[in-house]
């Protein structure tokens, strides 16, 4: 199982610090450094020194990272127009030299909306707004270089587009789906998704959702080995009983609490629940790190998790 390092930068982190978080994930041999999409903190907490753009920040790691791959989990189609986010996300993987991955979602968060004068519509618009973006996007990149792009929906409309740039990844950067609709998600994951993510749900929500998602490739004709599925679940291992909870207290979480809805526990029992999710079909586990000044709980994982799946 391929692991990889999830942050939440809206609850309080500048750039040098995801940067340190960053470098120290490539150290630590681990696969991706993703972050969320977010313009607004959750919870109490102060946030300070306030949001970053998700697309700024992951353009500056490129420059300052080698091997890991960068992405976000996700990135919300109400936030951007799909045309300069195709453009955005294209420069970032000639930035990075090919190791870009687009999470995309429907935006959930509707304090951030309001918080920043973004419209948000109601759900159903918001689904239908992101599937248009996903054949936009992804339309954009397969057109040939020299070719134009067209597209009439009921919400964006593009004449004539020279779709440039190119990202560097051909055909395209990965696209990442996630969510346990019933319905729309697995028909979007089915048609869209190079990967399709289950976010801090149980194992055995995991597994009906990969199901799902099965079983609408098999009704639209694609073979579902053809995408990666993976799960994102809080993380917090510590060498001892006392180190674990000196963690869990740092996050304002009980252990207790994250050993039933995250991972949690010594470097033995996160191996454990690793495996449990990887027998429910995971190929990929985000971490997701909440503590960003605790480089020593990324060295733990790296040297006492990572060997082991």
Not at 22 to 37: H, L, N
Not at 208 to 232: H, L, M, P, Q
């Amino acid at each position: 199982m391929l692991l990889r390092i999830f942050t939440e930068p809206q609850q309080g982190a500048d750039y040098t610090t995801l940067l340190r978080v960053a470098k120290a994930t490539e150290d630590g041999g681990f696969d991706a450094f993703f972050r969320s999409d977010h313009y607004l903190k959750m919870g109490d907490v102060s946030g300070l020194p306030g949001p970053s753009d998700a697309w700024v920040t992951l353009a500056g790691l490129a420059r300052e990272t080698e091997r890991i791959r960068l992405g976000t989990l996700v990135t919300a189609a109400t936030f951007r127009l799909p045309g300069p986010l195709a453009i955005s996300v294209a420069n970032v993987d000639d930035m990075s030299g090919g190791r870009v991955e687009l999470g995309l979602g429907t935006g959930w968060y509707d304090e951030e909306h309001t918080a920043y004068g973004i419209p948000f519509p109601g759900l159903g618009e918001r689904f239908d707004r992101l599937e248009e973006q996903l054949e936009i996007i992804t339309g954009m990149w397969d057109t040939p270089s020299g070719k134009t792009f067209d597209f009439e929906g009921a919400h964006y409309q593009v004449t004539g587009s020279p779709a440039l740039p190119k990202p560097a990844q051909r055909p395209r950067p990965p696209i990442i789906i996630g969510g346990v609709g019933a319905k729309r998600t697995p028909r979007l994951a089915a048609r869209f998704a190079d990967e399709f993510n289950v976010p801090f749900h149980s194992i055995e929500e995991t597994r009906a959702a990969y199901e799902r998602v099965r079983a609408a490739c098999e009704n639209g004709g694609r073979d579902d080995s053809s995408i990666t599925f993976s799960a994102a679940q809080v993380i917090c291992c510590g060498r001892d009983d006392a180190q674990l909870r000196q963690r869990a207290d740092a996050i304002g979480r009980s252990v207790e609490d994250l050993r039933e809805n995250g991972i949690a526990g010594t470097p033995a029992e996160v191996v454990a629940r690793l495996a449990a999710f990887g027998e429910a079909g995971a190929e990929r586990a985000y971490l997701q790190v909440l503590d960003l000044n605790d480089l020593d709980h990324l060295a733990l994982l790296a040297s006492d998790v990572l060997p082991q799946v």
